[in-house]
């Protein structure tokens, strides 16, 4: 496809505005760094300006700006995908299963309780199982 040399040169000049947009963004995106903002303000101001650069990109450098139709139909499929994902959740609360501790009362140091169940013999002595002298859980 031949292109114009005005075509070319709207081109350009678009990408140099896009360019200087991006920019300013990250000059913005720093001197932001720099306020005293409360938390989530910050994480709200840098996603709005991180959005915003990322929309500039996409929509220019990648040409997306020139595939409406496609792109409707992406966002829908993604957001459609990320309803359900949140959605599922909302079941498990009511969820019967109940998964019981393992541990739900430790050993006290010093009790006679023994893990791995072997025996003592008279005397204190420990004598090994036949089989080896494996552990019993």
């Known amino acids: 496809m031949a292109h114009g040399a005005e075509e070319v040169r709207a081109f350009t000049r678009k990408c140099i505005y896009v360019f200087v947009a991006l920019m300013a963004l990250t000059i913005i995106t720093v001197a932001v760094s720099y306020l005293q903002l409360a938390t989530p303000a910050a994480v709200a101001v840098g996603l709005l300006i991180a959005i915003t650069k990322g929309s500039l990109v996409a929509l220019f450098f990648m040409h997306l700006i020139d595939e409406r ?37 430790l050993p006290q140091e010093g009790s006679a309780t023994h893990i791995g169940g072997g025996h003592h013999a008279e005397g204190g002595e420990h004598h090994e199982e036949a089989d080896g002298g494996a552990a019993h859980h």
Do not use: E
Request: hydrophobic share 55%; aromatic share 22%; net charge positive.
């Open 69 to 105: 139709k496609i792109i409707y139909y992406t966002m829908a499929l993604t957001f459609s995908f990320f309803a359900l994902v949140m959605y599922l959740p909302s079941g498990w609360a009511s969820d019967l299963v109940k998964v019981q501790p393992v541990w739900n009362v």
